[in-house]
């Protein structure tokens, strides 16, 4: 509510008022009435207004930790939790995912897109990333985006392939075996 300037208006004549609306950076879309009044020698006069606010879209799409590693084993899949977050103040409609892994490895999206992510509110997905079976150990970049609204976010996810401890078990294995055939053959023939 806010009173206006005067306006002077002359028998028989007709003067304009210019109504200015300025919502709130957070305002919703949505339809809002405005009541503008004239008041003028013992006589109110009203009016309904409507402003129509088409909202912003604004997207924030990262991990649900803040830690943008991971770690796995090839050919096993480790699950990321990740937060979709809608700042703007529309609705974000049909939220898809997508991603860009290394040759051969498979990423896939629990839920697959979600239907919409009211303004102010978040909604939690996975990814399930599964390395190559023959990914070595190492690091790997795994880009994962989400997209709705216009609005696009991409999360730069760090994978450390890690070996199987198996592999250690039948590094040992073969060490032990080989000592033991050594030992076998120094008392065989040893004393010659």
């Known amino acids: 509510q806010q009173q206006a300037a005067t306006v002077t208006v002359q028998p028989g004549s007709t003067a304009s008022v210019q109504v200015s609306v300025d919502p709130p950076d957070d305002a919703r879309a949505g339809t809002y009435p405005i009541a503008v009044r004239a008041v003028g020698a013992g006589t109110t006069l009203q009016a309904e207004l409507e402003v129509v606010i088409v909202g912003r879209f604004a997207l924030e799409f990262q991990t649900a930790n803040q830690r943008l590693n991971a770690r796995g084993g090839a050919g096993r899949t480790t699950s990321v939790t990740l937060v979709v977050r809608n700042t703007g103040s529309a609705p974000l409609q049909n939220v898809t995912f997508s991603s860009t892994p290394p040759s051969g490895w498979e990423v896939e999206f629990r839920p697959s897109s979600l239907p919409v992510v009211p303004p102010g509110e978040s909604r939690t997905v996975v990814a399930r990333i599964r390395p190559a079976s ?31 401890g198996l592999w250690g078990f039948v590094g040992i294995a073969v060490i032990a075996a080989a000592i033991a055939v050594l030992l076998w053959v120094f008392r065989r023939f040893g004393h010659r």
């Open 134 to 164: 023959s990914a070595v150990a190492g690091d790997y970049a795994v880009t994962l985006t989400a997209s709705g609204g216009g609005k696009t976010q991409s999360v730069d996810l760090r994978f450390a392939v890690k070996t199987s």
